[in-house]
């Protein structure tokens, strides 16, 4: 009895999480927008082809991470995200930089999860925008979308709500072109950053959780030390 009983359970997590991944994501690209009523227990059943039991420990985790809400005899609602926006400042190579050192520790330990975590889809995904940066010469949006699905691939909401909040800052070369300013080879500069961005893919696509952490603190680290560098150019020029 016992030796059978472990497994059901985990099935049943296995195919809870699946719920739960896919109403996340049909919230966080507003498909079912905030006050939205989620589809009943039947309909989810049918749709997932899941049993009773899995919608509902399914609905309990998404009411745990506060996307959900249940209404006793109404229905479970979507509710509104967590408001508080940072309202983030950047103007300097500064800010750029103190950003960045916030976006080591937290982006190291984001890779790493999402390596742990990540489903099949996301895998498939984060490789399409690889091959997209590769494809375009790394445009900004589509870097942006990188790091942003690394978050959402910790299967935690947190990650994901502090990258949404720091918006366009989680991409310096989106306000400052650090290889123009160091007098650097565009073309070389994009190639070291495209080949940082392969090694964290290629990490999180083996599952490797320690190989993504190093992979990732490895390229924000270059980051950092590439606009430090370009700080000290602008600095030697205003004393020239």
Do not use: W
């Amino acid at each position: 009895m016992t030796e059978t009983a472990a497994p059901v359970r985990k099935k049943h997590r296995n195919l809870a999480q699946g719920v739960v991944e896919a109403i996340t994501s049909n919230i966080q690209s507003g498909t079912l927008k905030p006050g939205e009523k989620l589809p009943t227990e039947s309909l989810i059943m049918q749709l997932h082809g899941v049993s009773r039991t899995v919608v509902r420990e399914a609905i309990s985790h998404l009411q745990a991470a506060g996307l959900v809400e249940t209404r006793h005899g109404v229905g479970t609602f979507v509710l509104e995200p967590p408001s508080g926006n940072m309202r983030l400042t950047i103007s300097t190579l500064e800010d750029v930089l103190a950003i960045l050192e916030l976006r080591i520790t937290l982006e190291t330990e984001a890779a790493s999860l999402a390596a742990s975590r990540r489903t099949d889809q996301q895998a498939v995904q984060l490789s399409a925008l690889l091959k997209r940066m590769q494809e375009e010469g790394n445009p900004v949006d589509a870097d942006k979308q990188f790091h942003q699905l690394i978050a959402q691939s910790t299967n935690n909401r947190y990650f994901v709500d502090i990258l949404s909040d720091l918006g366009s800052a989680i991409i310096p070369r989106a306000r400052v072109n650090s290889a123009q300013l160091v007098h650097d080879d565009p073309a070389a500069y994009l190639m070291r950053v495209q080949r940082e961005h392969e090694d964290i893919c290629h990490a999180i696509m083996r599952k490797d959780a320690e190989g993504a952490r190093a992979a990732m603190r490895t390229h924000l680290s270059n980051s950092r030390e590439r606009l430090r560098h370009a700080q000290e150019m602008l600095e030697k020029g205003g004393n020239a």
